[in-house]
C-alpha cells in the first residue's frame, strides 16, 4: 500500500483530485461532499494550482465534472462559475483536436494505411496533451498525406524519435502536436512484433461524434507499461484512473495479457504496473483491483515505492526500473533479437545524455 501523502500543499491537492476520482462513488462524479468542501474552502491560489494539477494529469474534464456534481447550492457561486467555464473551454479544445484527429484517421484509411489511435483517447472524456497515432505504413506515405491533405509540417526530431521511428506533425488550426509512431513502439523502437500486431487487434471506440480503432485491452496496458516503466519513470494520475475503470469494467483478459506482454518481454513491467495502480487504488478505496494472483507475483514492486514529486507519481530508477530494463534486455537478445538489443542498450546513454542536458541549457530537447 502506497505511504500516505502528507497534507502540504502539492501533496493536499493530489489527494484531493484522488479522492475526487478514486473513492469508491467518485468514478461516477458523486465524491464525498467532505471532499467538495475541501475544495470549496481552498484558497484562490491553491485551488488554481489543484486546476494546473489536474491539467497536467490529465483529469480536468473528469475532475470539474465530480466537482460540479450535485454542487447546486454551494455557496461560492464565483468558483462554480469558474469552474463551468473552465469546463466548457476544455471540451472545446477536445471537440477541434477530435475532430482532426477524425479527418487524419480517415485520410489514412483511404489510402490503405493501417492506423490506430493510442494512449490519447485512453482518458477520454479528458484528452491528453497531444494526438497519438500507429501504423504499419511506410513514413514517406504518412509524410506525404500530413503534408499534402493537412499542410502540415514537420517538427524538429530528437534523438529519441529518429529511435523510436516517429515523427511529430504541426497541423495548421491545431494547437496539438500530431505524434504517428510508424512501424515501431518502445522508446527506442525496440517492440516490432508487438507494434505489428496492435492494429489487427484493435477495436472500434466512440468518443463524442466520431468512432475510432484504439488498441484492444490488453495493448492499452502494454502500451501504458511502455510509456509509464520503461520511459517516463512516473504516472500521471489519468494512468491510475484510466486503469482502474478498465479493470472495473471487466474488459481486461489477463489471460491474453500475459501472452501479449511476455512476447514483447515486459511481463515483469506490466504486472508492476498493475500493482502500482492496484495499490494506490486500495489506497482510497480500501481495496485494489481484482486481478489474478499470477499478476501480483510477476510484479516486482508495488505502491509502496513511488512517491510524489513534482506534480506526478515517481517510479524510482535505481534499483527498481533499472532492474526491469536489464530484463527486458537479456530477453531480448537472448530471443537473438539484435537490432532491439541494439537500440535498447542505447536507452542508458541517451537517458544520460538528456540529463546532462538539462542540467547544461535546462532542456532535454533535440535529445529526448
Same mark, same amino acid.
Given at each position: ?87 466548457? *473551454? ?15 484517421? *480517415? ?87 508487438? *507494434? ?48 482502474? *475503470? ?123
Amino acid at each position: 500500500m502506497p505511504r500516505p501523502l502528507p497534507a502540504t500543499p502539492p501533496h493536499y491537492a493530489m489527494t484531493l483530485l484522488s479522492r475526487l476520482l478514486l473513492e469508491p462513488a467518485g468514478g461516477s462524479g458523486h465524491s464525498s461532499a467532505q471532499t467538495k468542501q475541501q475544495l470549496l474552502s481552498l484558497p484562490r491560489e491553491d485551488f488554481d494550482a489543484l486546476i494546473r494539477l489536474a491539467e497536467s494529469n490529465h483529469v480536468i474534464v473528469r475532475g470539474l465534472q465530480a466537482f460540479l456534481h450535485d454542487l447546486g447550492g454551494a455557496p461560492d457561486g464565483e468558483r462554480v462559475d469558474r469552474v463551468q467555464k473552465m469546463l466548457a *473551454a476544455e471540451r472545446g479544445r477536445i471537440d477541434v483536436a477530435t475532430y482532426f484527429l477524425h479527418e487524419i484517421c *480517415a485520410a489514412m484509411e483511404e489510402q490503405g494505411l493501417d492506423t490506430v489511435v493510442i494512449k490519447s483517447l485512453d482518458h477520454w472524456p479528458d484528452l491528453g496533451s497531444d494526438l497519438d497515432l500507429y501504423t504499419n505504413a511506410e513514413p514517406a506515405d504518412v509524410i506525404r498525406i500530413m503534408s499534402n491533405r493537412f499542410g502540415a509540417t514537420m517538427a524538429q526530431r530528437s534523438w529519441g524519435d529518429r529511435l523510436a521511428h516517429k515523427w511529430n506533425f504541426m497541423v495548421p488550426g491545431l494547437p496539438e502536436l500530431v505524434e504517428i509512431h510508424v512501424g515501431r513502439l518502445g522508446q527506442t523502437g525496440e517492440q516490432t512484433a508487438f *507494434a505489428a500486431s496492435v492494429p489487427g487487434r484493435s477495436v472500434h471506440a466512440l468518443r463524442g461524434s466520431y468512432s475510432f480503432r484504439v488498441p484492444c485491452p490488453s495493448d492499452r496496458i502494454t502500451i501504458s507499461t511502455l510509456q509509464r516503466m520503461y520511459r517516463h519513470f512516473f504516472f500521471r494520475l489519468c494512468d491510475v484512473v484510466d486503469t482502474a *475503470a478498465l479493470a472495473d469494467s471487466g474488459a481486461i483478459d489477463y489471460e491474453d495479457l500475459l501472452a501479449s506482454a511476455q512476447a514483447a518481454g515486459i511481463w515483469e513491467g506490466v504486472a508492476t504496473y498493475l500493482a502500482i495502480v492496484s495499490d494506490y487504488v486500495k489506497s482510497y478505496r480500501g481495496s485494489g483491483l481484482d486481478m489474478p494472483p499470477f499478476v501480483a507475483s510477476a510484479a516486482k514492486f508495488g505502491g509502496s515505492e513511488v512517491y510524489f514529486s513534482k506534480g506526478f507519481l515517481r517510479v524510482p530508477i535505481l534499483p527498481q526500473s533499472a532492474r526491469l530494463y536489464g530484463s527486458q534486455l537479456a530477453g531480448v537478445l537472448g530471443r537473438g533479437e539484435i537490432d532491439s538489443g541494439a537500440r535498447l542498450s542505447l536507452l542508458p546513454w541517451l537517458a544520460t545524455a538528456a540529463v546532462l542536458g538539462q542540467k547544461l541549457t535546462g532542456s532535454d530537447k533535440g535529445i529526448w
